[in-house]
């Protein structure tokens, strides 16, 4: 639904429901920190990263004529079928129910440590593209001073 959305707010808010369903997944199999991280760091964090920049260069949905057909749901019809053939793939395998919790199953402090040791690299190269998004985000929503602000 994100992707056929005319209004960017509300492609961002079914993108929102998709991490949402994401985080969903990630529980059930197993990834509760995982998940959690999904809605604080995508649906939380990043989305609001991207309302505020729609916010700010008022992207208002532009008046497109609509696309012929079948043509245009034609690549939602794709990814659905892709998606519903990959969970039916995924519930006719079910990796979990012949056994216990699998040994990739990671605790919050080992995931913690893992992410501040090993990849404590990765985690502040993140970080920084977050800081400069949003550095970004100032610069272009910030007002001309040659115009005289109000």
Known sequence: MSVTRRNPVHAVI???LGFFALALIFY???APLI??????VYAGAIMVLFLFIIM???LAPQDLPAAAGYGRWLPAL????????????LIMTDPLASSRLPSFYAAPRAFGQAL?????LAVE???LQLLFAAVGAWYI??????KGSK
């Open 78 to 89: 794709l990814l659905g079928g892709t998606i519903a053939a990959c969970s039916v793939l």
């Open 116 to 120: 501040f040791c090993h990849y404590a």
């Open 141 to 146: 929503g910030r007002p001309d001073s040659r």
């Open 56 to 58: 700010i260069l008022q």
């Open 125 to 127: 190269a993140a970080s």
């Open 14 to 16: 079914y993108l929102v």
């Open 28 to 30: 059930l199999l197993g």
């Open 35 to 40: 998940a959690a991280w999904e809605v604080i």
